[in-house]
């Protein structure tokens, strides 16, 4: 049982580089989301959906984009990365509004 | 705005202690408030999960209580030991969107 699954762990990126972030879940959850963790400012909500086909705003959206095709995918797109954007990024799920939420590992990134 | 606070930010307890972790919460209107676990590096495990009409709710060594009234909950740990060094986060879950607002988390050293 693979629970969220994070890829990849670690990433390096030079300022105005790309790159999606993966996110994928197995427990057939509607609810998935992406959070990013500063030290001292604790998790913040970047985006998230409530199924297939919806997504919506979190606190700190700007420079980020999703989509979700699927049940179980939910990436995350840095359109131009900046380094502002250094952190480390948690993907999350629950079944239901309400429930249990289950994270993913995360993804440390670098921005440079 | 929903905001959440973890006192205190560092605690060093000696093993064996029992011991109380608090989480303070703004606004009153929370449809349930989790408790996770997070080790250095590593994702964010859940451990308790109460519902807003729940008081407490238990597992094994801790358990954790919620009093919506005054926006607070507390996780109790029994007997602690050094397999219980981590960061502990509460977050709060406003329920129409499904969003986590998290505090900054507790970060407790269990000494042998």
């Known amino acids: 049982n693979a629970g969220v699954t994070q890829t990849p762990k670690f990433q390096v990126l030079k300022t105005g580089q790309s790159m999606t972030l993966q996110c994928a879940q197995d427990m057939n959850h509607e609810y998935m989301s992406w959070y990013r963790q500063d030290p001292g400012m604790g998790l913040r909500l970047i985006h998230y959906?409530?199924?297939?086909?919806?997504?919506d705003q979190g606190e700190v959206p700007n420079g980020y984009n999703v989509s979700r095709s699927t049940t179980e995918d939910f990436p995350l797109r840095l359109l131009s990365a900046a380094p502002s954007q250094t952190s480390v990024y948690f993907c999350?799920?629950?079944?239901?509004?309400?429930?249990?939420?289950?994270f993913g590992q995360g993804t440390r990134l670098t921005v440079v | 705005k929903q905001e959440v606070t973890q006192i205190p930010a560092a605690l060093s307890v000696p093993e064996g202690e029992n011991l109380v972790l608090n989480c303070s919460f703004t606004?009153?209107?929370?449809?349930?408030l989790q408790w996770f676990r997070q080790d250095p590096g590593k994702g964010l495990t859940s451990l308790l999960l109460i519902q807003s009409s729940q008081r407490e709710q238990t597992s094994g060594r801790l358990n954790a209580s919620l009093d919506k009234s005054s926006g607070r909950s507390t996780l109790y740990i029994a007997a602690s030991q050094p397999g219980d060094s981590a960061t502990y986060l509460c977050a709060v879950n406003g329920g129409a969107t499904n969003k986590l607002i998290f505090g900054t988390g507790t970060l407790l050293a269990v000494q042998p």
């Open positions: 959906s409530v199924g297939a086909g919806i997504t």
């Open positions: 999350a799920s629950s079944y239901l509004r309400g429930a249990e939420a289950f």
């Open positions: 606004d009153s209107a929370i449809y349930n």
